[in-house]
């Protein structure tokens, strides 16, 4: 028996392991398989709601944020960072506004169509037409990318595709795009840890506690996320990364 009375957000054992294994998944999310987590963001709000999952899983991204930084922490390329990031806060006091006018059940339609826009962007800059790297180095590719990746980090934690589509598009090799999308989000997900608890009111002590509960979680998928990074090889480790945004983009209108 739990010294905790954590009613209000599990009544059963399918709600502990819906969001154990949620858990699992974000940590081996932010050590390397980037676009998993998203699959997390409408399982979180199909078992505890909209709003409240976004609440309980802020706190469990911040956690995986700082093992994918420890480990990564080298293999950051921060001029990247430093172009999204701007932008990526300008998303989020957007998302809070575009919150009072979108019903709650439109949101996953919205970011599903945001991510798969990313992603034809990102296959129209591959193209072998001798313009591969005009649309990738316009003035407004970085922050158009981290307007888009604020607004869906704030509205439902689901800005891992976001920002894989565009670190891919960068051409970043995988350590180096681990180790940017590790710094990214740890420095977003903690700007706007304040304005989940003071503007949208969705995480409590009691809720933070329950996160804490998830940290061995977290922790196995790590390490799961770290290995298989390293059996992943280079092309192998794009072809999952797109194979996952995809299916988690598509995950969202269902």
Known sequence: MFLFDFGEYVTGWQDWVALGVCAVLVGMSKTGIQGINTIVAPVLALVFGGKPSTGLLLPILCMADLIGVAYYRRHAEWKYILKLLPAAVVGFFVAIAVDRFVPDDKFRLLIGGSILISLGAMFWSERGNGRSGQLTSSWWFSPAFGLLGGFTTMIANAAGPVMGTYLLSMRLPKYAFVGTA?????????????????????????????D???????????????????????????????????????LLFF
């Open 182 to 210: 590790a710094w990214f989000f740890l420095i977003v997900n903690y700007l706007k840890f304040p304005l989940q608890i003071f503007v949208w009111h969705n995480i409590s002590g009691k809720s933070l506690l329950l």
């Open 212 to 250: 804490v509960m998830m940290l061995p979680m977290i922790g196995v998928g790590a390490v799961i996320g770290i290995r298989l990074v390293r059996r992943l090889p280079e092309k192998g480790f794009r072809n999952v990364i797109i194979g996952l945004t995809l299916l988690s983009a598509l």
